[in-house]
C-alpha cells in the first residue's frame, strides 16, 4: 500500500472513511472538522494509506505540540474487512508518524488510551502512582499492542470518557 500526506483535497477520503467504519464516534462533518482544524498551538499532521489516494484503507492524525516537544496521537483507525481496527494493520503510519517527530526533534511520542479491558476500569481511580504501578491489561490487544511499540503507561485522564472510564496516557521517548 501507498501512504499518503492528509491534504485539504484528500481530508473527504478519509472523513467518508472514518464515518463509515466507525459512525457513533464521527459522521462526515465531524471528520472533516476534526481532520482540517488547525489552532494557533497545535499543528494536526497526518496520513493515510491505501490501494490508491481516493480509496483509504486506514489513517493517523496527530496534532504536534511543538512547545512541548511532542507528537500526540489524536485518532486512527484501519478498515479491517468493514470493521474498526487499530493495532498492527496500522504499524507503517505507526511508524511514519514516529518517524515525522524524530525528524521534527521531538523527544515525545503519545497516545491516550481507554480504560476498557485494563486493571482501573469501571472503578475510581486511588493514588496515580500507585495505579500506574498496579496496572494491567486483561487481554486488551490495543492496549498490549501499543505497549509492544514501546509505548509506556504514564499517567491518567480520570472520567474524561464518563464515570470511571478512564484515559491512560501512553508515552514513548523518542
Known amino acids: 500500500m501507498t501512504i499518503y500526506k492528509l491534504d485539504k483535497n484528500n481530508i473527504p477520503y478519509v472523513a467518508g472513511l472514518m464515518a463509515e467504519i466507525k459512525p457513533e464516534w ?3 462533518e465531524d471528520g472533516v472538522r476534526q481532520l482540517s482544524d488547525v489552532g494557533s498551538s497545535v499543528k494536526n499532521v497526518g496520513w493515510y494509506m491505501g490501494e490508491d489516494e481516493k480509496h483509504p484503507k486506514g489513517w493517523i492524525l496527530c496534532a504536534e505540540y511543538e512547545l512541548y516537544s511532542c507528537l500526540s496521537i489524536e485518532c486512527l483507525g484501519y478498515n479491517e474487512n468493514g470493521k474498526f481496527a487499530a ?3 496500522l504499524q507503517p503510519l505507526i511508524e511514519e508518524a514516529e518517524k515525522y517527530a524524530r525528524d521534527k526533534g521531538l523527544r ?4 491516550i488510551i481507554s480504560s476498557i479491558d485494563i486493571s482501573c476500569h469501571g472503578r475510581e481511580l486511588n493514588e496515580y502512582w500507585k495505579e500506574l504501578r498496579d496496572l494491567k491489561s ?3 490487544a490495543h492496549f498490549d499492542y501499543f505497549v509492544k511499540c514501546g509505548f509506556k503507561p ?3 485522564m480520570p472520567n474524561c470518557y464518563g464515570r470511571n472510564f ?3 496516557i501512553m508515552i514513548k521517548e523518542l
Open 138 to 140: 486483561l487481554n486488551r
Open 166 to 168: 478512564h484515559g491512560i
Open 26 to 28: 464521527w459522521d462526515y
Open 87 to 89: 493495532e498492527h494493520q
Open 108 to 111: 515525545i511520542f503519545r497516545y
Open 154 to 156: 504514564a499517567g491518567f
